[in-house]
């Protein structure tokens, strides 16, 4: 079974500060893993994913994502919070066996002027 | 494209009445699924069709029904409402029917209330 736990489910971050979002993830497989954003009243889009090549991903929007494999862990981060990045992040997980994303619980993303 | 597409956008429905979500895709994607969204719960899954013909059960199925009535459009069927199913529901396609490596693209909802 395979499970993702987003620490936080609320952050706040001043315009132009560092954005972390965290996750970490158990799988009995090597894991391809997602990051999905939802802007209010929208559904998700992707924003990266590793599928085992390079263990840092690059995104849109300048966000990136480290698959670190001894802490199973795949945070999220961007240099520099705009205030569009106000959003909700999922972090989410698959083990390659079969047709199924587990999400995790979501981080909300709030950024201040 | 229009992409993935879901109607209606708002629902609301009594106890014990029943109802169709439809949604469909443009982008000729084999796999498609129906998710629903809870405050802290992330997406779950309902159910899945990993190509035209075939509906798998996801994680969370009890209550629902589907069909993949064609390439084009999976339905969730709710047979008796209740109040436990009050949610926001997307569906989601994808290409190739791997979805371990392939982008899922979302519709834009379906928010439920049940009373």
């Known amino acids: 079974a395979q499970s993702v736990t987003q620490l936080g489910s609320h952050v706040s971050v001043s315009e132009g500060a560092l954005v972390l979002l965290r996750c970490n993830y158990s799988s009995s497989v090597p894991p391809y893993l997602f990051w999905y954003v939802q802007y209010p009243n929208q559904g998700l889009q992707l924003l990266l994913k590793?599928?085992?090549?390079?263990?840092l991903v690059k995104g849109i929007n300048g966000f990136e994502a480290e698959f670190k494999k001894s802490e199973t862990s795949f945070h999220l981060t961007k240099p520099s919070a705009h205030m569009s990045d106000a959003a909700e992040y999922f972090c989410a997980v698959s083990d390659r066996a079969g047709n199924m994303l587990t999400f995790g619980g979501g981080t909300r993303l709030m950024v201040k002027p | 494209n229009a992409g993935v597409t879901q109607t209606p956008k708002f629902q609301v429905l009594k106890t014990g009445q029943s109802m169709t979500l439809q949604c469909a895709q443009d982008?000729?994607?084999?796999?498609m699924y129906w998710y629903r969204q809870d405050p802290g719960m992330g997406l779950r899954l309902i159910y899945y069709s990993a190509s035209e013909g075939t509906t798998d059960k996801g994680e969370v199925p009890n209550g629902y029904n589907v069909s993949r009535l064609n390439k084009r459009e999976f339905s969730l069927r709710l047979e008796s409402a209740a109040p436990s199913q009050t949610s926001v529901y997307f569906c989601?396609?994808?290409?190739?029917?791997?979805?371990?490596?392939?982008?899922?693209?979302f519709g834009p909802g379906t928010r439920l209330t049940v009373l």
């Open positions: 989601a396609s994808t290409g190739s029917g791997t979805a371990y490596t392939d982008t899922q693209y």
């Open positions: 590793y599928t085992s090549a390079a263990t």
């Open positions: 982008m000729n994607h084999n796999s």
